[in-house]
């Protein structure tokens, strides 16, 4: 289908351009910028004035609990989720049941998305059998499944040996490893931040020393085997620091934030907020002060939903036992513009967050606007108000701390490919 | 949920959940009404008809008959109906969630629950519940939940330190013990800095304390010795036998060793200094039996105002 | 209902001592309710020879408590005395729906079975809503439904009635 975006914001951070122009889409992908291809015919024309008009966004952590968790939410209704929040592309986590740590469940779950048609599904793989951190897994054949990456989800990392060797083999291949710097020892029966709130609500804490010692840790064996990691969602001012100071080394290093976790910190736990259970805990507010400034310095390169729905069940229940996690998909726009107003950050660093640096992370097609790019596309207002309601997620998830806030930014229309797979 | 949900309109106590962030008018109300209930204790019938036709339901997560029995005799001796509930034996075990529970024992005309779990924050997750659901008429008492608060118990610690110091203005109290695990030392830590008592010690081996405790407004010392010097009053808490398994403490002799109340120890204190333990206590670990059967202690004492102390939160809180 | 004159305080005790006396028991024990009984009580004590005093509170007794609550300032219930088998004069202030007696009567058999209760009123106002009278009046008056009978006791002992308006619950 011949679409016309006609008179948007178009902001592409791939190609340095932020500009009121119009897009041409034919045989899903951009067939002209600014002027109309030749013989152009548009069978359907979107009005985008007023509107911004942005390369679909690319989200690195968005758990679809397919398979095994289907109680929590399904493939159906968390790539709808993804359509309406404006991500055409999207990293699913290893830890369904049972884990991504063979090529047939890849190969399904790909098949699936596709058939659904709503978002383009980027399965990581496990980097262990089971993620039980004892026997690799077959990162070829789950590279050639359709893995662009491999971690160990939430998983406590494998003794130091085994992340060793992970982390040669898969750079003999040059597979990408993803790793979220935890110690599970530290880490181990803690529910919030070790700070004076947790100690305040008498919560099991998780000190920071959890996250730099595993840092320390990644960085050692990333020196040792040259291999690249990405590291993610760092939650502490001493972690983005010591990133900062790895990156500066010249440490083959990626980093990434949740969104969340940029606006949030423990005392929004209040009277003991299950919605403000995540892991990794929301931290102080030096930490998340120094999480902004990472972002905006780039020692953090990309913000990401972490993704993940939670059946009420498991969230209406005391803090300690609540499952972590948020709902975010439909909360990454208008949480990073947030941020972006906030902080004095221009619009199109933001969208480089949540679009261009994370399509760069996953090694997949750039997230851009150039002629000849697939059209995945994220139009939307940038100012629109909504409220955060039960009714207005698509999302299975209703659990999200921002429940009932008025936030602003939301998409208008998503396109997949050059197709419209959603709009209001 | 920003409210706190303990009181209701009128600044009345609607649950007792935790003394953080209780009116220092409030919690003298509590002292001040539990006073004539210590009486009815020495009466032929120790019974008042106050909440009679009121229903009780001893929610207990975490097991404790200590704790139920002193809330079973208050509840009963304000002629309400109680109901004892072993949650571990029946539906939880089967899968049903807390609020489940919850919902279900509403149905069965609850006024009062009294909830001990070993979660901090169930308490007011059943609150919340409670007021979100339009239940306004039934009320929680929090009997101990996690680390986070053991109101009633702070309550009745006020009541003893008042009765035999008269007023919080001067003291210096001492908390002695497992810091970090304890919400005995969390919830007298908030009555006596409310009540503003003149200092507050904690004394601790390092492993034992909360992170930043300094900011709940009391003094560290490490060492005991320094840190009884001059008190008016010594509060021992109860070490678990669990502690030696995760690291935190070497052994229980190590520990009475350092941290035990000794007569040469409390002779540090001031010569009129009270000794407080909630119970049940370890004679041998934290505390001598010389002191525990001492002059000084008073720790028989609160058992009484204990349920005193829960009558008068029993009735404050059942009252319109 | 008309509304007559408040009698004078000093009065209706000095009256209520000799309706009393000869009449009431030697040996029987007067109990106060708090806290204008308990005055009116120790008054009666001074004047009609020494025996065995005590007082009461109705606060956990009261029928109203699902209403208004618990009142503040409790004060302890106090009977030293053995309560089976004794003779018993509740003393009050003043008798008007007859609850408090009610209340009084029902903590005193918490005590122990009395041999036999009479009540002494300071002043009956009427308006009975129990089927309860006193067994000695000092003096009666009527007043409105709008209005409190209140006793007071200054500094120096003497007691004094006055009427107030109702504020709220009563």
Redesign the interface.
Known sequence: MNVEIKGGRVVDPAQDLDRVTSVYVADGTIAGLHDPPPHWRAERVIDAHGLVVAPGFVDLAARLREPGFEHKATLASELAAAAAGGVTGLACPPDTDPPLDEPGLVQMLKHRARVINQAHVYPIGALSLGLAGQTLTEMSELAEAGCVAFSHADVPLPDTQMLFRALQYAGTFRHRVWLRPQDSHLARGGVAH???V????????I?VSAETIALATIFALVRETGVGVHLCRISSASGVDMVRAAKAEGLPLTCDVDVHHLHLCDVDI?????LANLMPPLRGTRDRAALRAGLADGTIDAVCSDHAPVDD?DK??????AEPGATGLELLLPLTLKWAAEDDVPLPRAIAAIATRPAHILGVAPATLRRGSAADLAIFDPTEPWVVRRDTLRSQGKNTPFLGIEVSGRVRYTLLAGQVVHEL | ??RN?QLDRNGGLRHLITL?GLPAEVITRVLDTAEPFVSVAEREVKKVPLLRGKAVFNLFFENSTRTRTTFEIAAKRLSADVINLNIGASSTAKGE???DTVDNLCAMNADIFVVR?S????P??IA??LDATGRSHVHVVNAG?????HPTQGLLDLYTIRHYKRDFGGLVVAVVGDILHS?VA?SLIHGLTTMRAAEVRVIAPRTLL????E??GVRVASDMREGLRGCDVVVMLRLQSERMKGALLPSAGEFFKQYGLTQDKLALAKPDAIVMHPGPMNRGVEIDSAVADGARSVILPQVTFGIAVRMAVLSLIASP | MKADPLPDAEAALAALVARMQGKVAPDAAFVGIYSGGAWVAERLVERLGARPLGFIDVAYYRDDYARSGLKPNTRRTSLPFEVDGATIVLVDDVLYTGRSVRAAVNELFDFGRPERVELAVLVDRGGRELPIEATYTGARVAVTRDNTVVLSRDPGGTLSLRVEPVTGVA
Do not use: I, K, N, Y
């Open positions: 070790d700070g004076e947790a100690t305040r609500l008498g919560l099991p804490g000190p209040g009277w003991f907020d299950p069940d209406q229940v005391p803090f300690g036992e | 949920m920003t949900p953080e969630t807390l609020l779990h979660q901090s924050g169930a007011h997750l919340s519940h939940d996690g680390r986070h608060a919400r969390r909360p992170t930043r405790v900011a709940l």
